[in-house]
């Protein structure tokens, strides 16, 4: 599967910006997909997983509350919605289909091109 990611942008701490990743191929529902960032001078960190069916998620602990992953298996996309912004939110946030549900960055074997989300304070 090949992944699309777009939506990034600067926004002022507190604020919120929606990243959307559009997947080609008709095999998008078997797919857990994820958001992971990675901040300049460190390792790519795990944001959120959704499981195939979009009926389970998972949020790393810093940014539980403030973020949501959905998906639209009709329309091959899975979104993140990203409420009360940090600065530390800033990254480069990459979306990754994988066949597992994992906060492993290793799991997940196709990944978009990232789209970069800068959060001033």
């Known amino acids: 599967v090949q992944l699309q990611a777009s939506g990034g942008g600067l926004v002022q701490a507190g604020g919120s910006l929606k990243l959307s990743c559009a997947a080609s191929?008709?095999?998008?529902?078997?797919?857990?997909m994820a958001w992971f960032r990675q901040a300049p001078g460190k390792v790519r960190e795990f944001v959120a997983f959704?499981?195939?069916?979009?009926?389970?998620?998972f949020y790393a602990d810093s940014v539980k509350g403030r973020f949501t992953i959905s998906r639209d298996n009709g329309k091959n996309t899975v979104s993140l919605q990203m409420n009360s912004l940090k600065p530390e939110d800033t990254a480069v946030y990459y979306c990754?289909?994988?066949?597992?549900?994992?906060?492993?960055?290793?799991?997940?074997?196709?990944w978009g091109q990232g789209t970069q989300v800068t959060v001033s304070s």
């Open positions: 990754a289909a994988g066949s597992t549900t994992s906060q492993n960055p290793n799991e997940y074997y196709s």
């Open positions: 191929g008709r095999t998008f529902s078997t797919y857990t």
């Open positions: 959704i499981v195939r069916s979009g009926g389970g998620t």
